[in-house]
């Protein structure tokens, strides 16, 4: 099947490069980058795929498509402006086929585990490293220390900005950072991850702030509605994890997690779904849902993450990565 892609994780998947400005072509077999003299350098010797330098990119690609004779041409149509799509379809069939790549991403490759497994290590190490920066501080601060340790400073780049969040605030799912000034006793919220050869890892610890602080998933709150809360999620995402297995629909997880929560009493605070795949997108297949219903297969990777939020009080979240490979589940540096 010929097909365009347009966005810079898709371009890479494939070929080994991209940037923000370039479309990738699988014609007939053959592989074509266009990009723009800005990038041509270094796309030529990086990507496997014959560079071609232009202006205008839709343009180029149209004479390609005109060159090979190319009668339908597999296309993501939610990547699209609505002008440039048009200009394509003049010249052939576009078939649409949404979240292609996505979907064709979905089961990872030997070397691709090994990458996102690493990562998965690293930032679990930035978390660990982290801790001991941890003071009575205000969220900017923090966020900014813990930037410090998951980049190395710079040299490695964030799968996604950090959410730092203590007590009220963590009750907002994608909280930003705010003045709030973290004290002994505090709950704290910490949800990250970074970037190996481009492959992204996430994950998240909810945490007490004591003279030992630890980002086990087994912490130990004074606060008793806290401690029931946390319990809470723990059991639910411990419940999903030890349910997956290859052949069961993966909507199947999300269900037993959120049982767990609503038997609890605290269904209406799940507000949002079990997990997602990880990549070299943050969010990509497989989805978590109660909607999805693909069966668990090797080589997926995705995150279990169930979370309980109660508006102006606190939130409480526990994330991990899984693997399926060689048949078994392993849970991404839960603990190190």
């Not at 498509?65 to 440039?84: A, G, V």
């Not at 009493?265 to 997602?276: A, D, N, P, T």
Request: glycine fraction near 6%; charged fraction near 35%.
């Amino acid at each position: 099947m010929n097909y365009i892609l347009n966005k810079e994780n898709e371009i890479y998947y494939e070929c080994g490069w991209s940037s923000d400005n370039a479309l990738f072509l699988f014609l007939d077999g053959n592989k074509y980058v266009i990009t723009d003299g800005r990038y041509t350098l270094d796309a030529k010797e990086k990507a496997k795929a014959e560079v071609i330098e232009a202006k205008d990119l839709v343009k180029k690609a149209r004479e390609l498509i005109l060159k090979h004779r190319i009668k339908t041409l597999k296309i993501d149509p939610t990547n699209w402006d609505k002008e440039s799509y048009e200009k394509l379809s003049k010249v052939t069939i576009l078939k649409n086929s949404p979240y292609f790549s996505h979907k064709k991403r979905m089961i990872k490759s030997k070397e691709e585990l090994k990458i996102i497994k690493e990562a998965a290590r690293l930032g679990a190490e930035a978390f660990e490293e982290f801790k001991k920066e941890i003071d009575e501080v205000d969220e900017y601060e923090l966020s900014y220390r813990f930037k410090e340790k998951l980049t190395l400073r710079g040299r490695r780049a964030l799968s996604f900005e950090p959410i730092v969040a203590i007590n009220e605030n963590a009750a907002k799912p994608h909280a930003e950072v705010s003045e709030k000034i973290l004290k002994k006793g505090y709950l704290l919220l910490l949800d990250a991850g970074i970037k190996h050869k481009r492959y992204c890892s996430d994950r998240t610890r909810t945490i007490f702030v004591g003279d030992n602080i630890s980002m086990s998933k087994f912490q130990k709150f004074k606060d008793k509605k806290i401690q029931k809360v946390y319990d809470t999620v723990l059991k639910a995402q411990e419940a999903a994890i030890k349910a997956i297995e290859i052949g069961k629909p993966i909507n199947e997880l999300d269900k037993i997690a959120r049982n767990i929560i609503e038997d609890a009493g605290y269904g209406k605070y799940f507000v949002h779904s079990l997990g997602h795949g990880v990549g070299l997108d943050i969010h990509e297949w497989p989805y978590v849902n109660s909607k999805n219903t693909i069966p668990i297969q090797e080589g997926m990777v995705f995150t279990i993450e169930p979370g309980i939020y109660i508006p102006g009080e606190f939130g409480v979240r526990i994330e991990d990565m899984v693997v399926i490979e060689d048949g078994k589940v392993k849970v991404l540096s839960e603990e190190i």
